[in-house]
């Protein structure tokens, strides 16, 4: 059933284009772009020549055995090469690359050609531990060099990498390295955070005793503090020692463009995190004609994107897409209001950022402090402003506007997620903007709005959110799990076309508006958490009995937990089980999982099949009507 949608934004200012902009912008007029991108396989197999292939695609789009699409086909290629090694004949070769910042004020730069060769000795190190093409890698650690270097090294001999996020903790990690039957694994002794130093290592050493597959475990000395050699034990190693005269030169793995890249996981309806599978070619042209085009991004440019590593978004636009176009990526190590909240401010100003992208729920945090902190720094670079991962307040939107844009940059509200690998829905520098909206699918994409039997809804209504079309960054499969990629997908609605899992509603310009979920994903802090893992975490927990975790509304986290349990017998909640439970589910998920409100409960309202309908809870907590409940047990 679709949540109710009826209390839509009322939301009616228009922002024009920027023209100094839009007179250099690489799309300068939107409708005949959209235009362009109505023939598919022209408008992506253009975007594909742009690249270095060794051997050309003999089709764009093979549509044959639908929903496992394929793009490029045959077509062979290294994204890597792609992304570091072709720059290095030309003048781009002694640019920065990398400029690591982190929250002490340290920072280090990586041109391109040492970025070249640092992948490379990390590539043939890895090949030395006897990963061949094909074999997993993972990695837990904290945005440092060395992250986008393993990757990167990774992607050129075409191992698959699979991130653990390093706000995940031990049972999250165990259960994603197990998934992925990584071999090696590559994590650090800690990461900074807020003045503190968070012990990775621990975690990971934790975590490793449950997760058989891997052969080595490779230590970045990040921190430098925390282990000495004689700590490491048979199969630890250092990352200095790893790549320790290795070559650096290294062969690109020649890839088919449909070889498997990367495997993200990403939480889903049931407790087993989904790992979304991305593949080579169709990827890699996705992520970086988004990103050129939405963020309109040029020679000279700074680009910021505040997202970690460990999510989508620090794959295509930390990583992959910035440095497919061959600019400068800027990484950052911390929190948003450590040592104080002018740090990302601070930052803009001294390298003198130009394009930036971050969270509604770090603007929302960022609001809180007033307009002092963006007003004391010269935030003059700033050309264009993003945000990504929920939707973003009309609020915050003229908050981020006004005082970090100062009225002249646009806000480009990009709607994507894992599962589609590139931005989607989005407004490109020309466009005319709507506070709240992320306006219109972009060149190529075509989405629309359904209700369950498939039908386009009226205007302003409220329906499902769907993908008519393959995309080329599209994910191929569930990784070992093709049934549930089909099921979750593919199946759910009528017409065979993607479901991307929200509600959304389209106004009289066409205009989209993201409402949220419309199944039992939580987006916490802008991060995706499935109520069922939260629920397993609870239930693992020896006072309870059972679970049923529902979203609640927050001012700055957009959504917390709210936990209903039953304890087992001779439990009695108090503040001491309240701080073990919150305990336990950070140990189990890590801090991912903002815990609102424990509420014991002696029942929960069920299905009569036993499934727990947590759209009763939310109704009963929202004060709204309860709707259908012809299904429920009582
Ligand atoms: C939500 C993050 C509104 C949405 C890239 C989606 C958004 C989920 C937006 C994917 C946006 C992402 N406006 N909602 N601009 N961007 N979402 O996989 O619910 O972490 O389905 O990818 O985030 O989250 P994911």
Redesign the pocket.
Known sequence: MLRDTSVLMDEKRVFKPNYQLVEDAHVKNWEAELEKGKDLEKYWSEKAEQFEWFEKWDKVLDESNKPFYKWFVNGKINLAYNAVDRWISTDKRNQVAILYVNERGEEKKLTYYELYREVNKMANALKNLGIKKGDTVSTYLPMCPELLISLLACTKIGAIHSVVYSGLSVGAFVERMNDARAKVLITADGTYRRGKIIDLKKIADEAILQCPTIETIVVVNHTGQAIEISDLSGREIFYERLIEGESDECAPEKMDAEDPLFILY?SGSTGKPKG?LHTTGGYMVGVATTLRNVFDVHNGDLWWCT?DIG???GH?YVIYGPLLLGTTTLVYEGAPDYPDPGIWWRIVEKYGVTKFYTA?TAIRHLMRFGNKYPNIYNLSSLKILG??????NPEAWMWYYKNVGKEKTPIM????????GMHM??PLPVAPLKPGS?TRPLPGIDAEIIDENGNQVPLGKGGY?IIKKPWPAMFRTLYEDEERFLDVYWKSLPGGVYR???VARKDEDGYLW????SDD?L?IA???VGTSEVESAFVAHSAVAEAAVIGKSDPIKGQVIKAFLILKEGYKMNTALIEDLKKHVRYELGPVAVLGEIEQVEKLPKTRSGKIMRRILRAQEEGDDLGDTSTLEE
């Open positions: 990403t979304v997202g999510w989508i978004t295509s509604p945000s990504v991962g929920e939707p973003i509200d990009t709607w994507w997620q894992t599962e589609t829905i989005a992320a959110l991307a899992g929200d993201i409402q949220g979920r994903v987006k802008g991060h995706r």
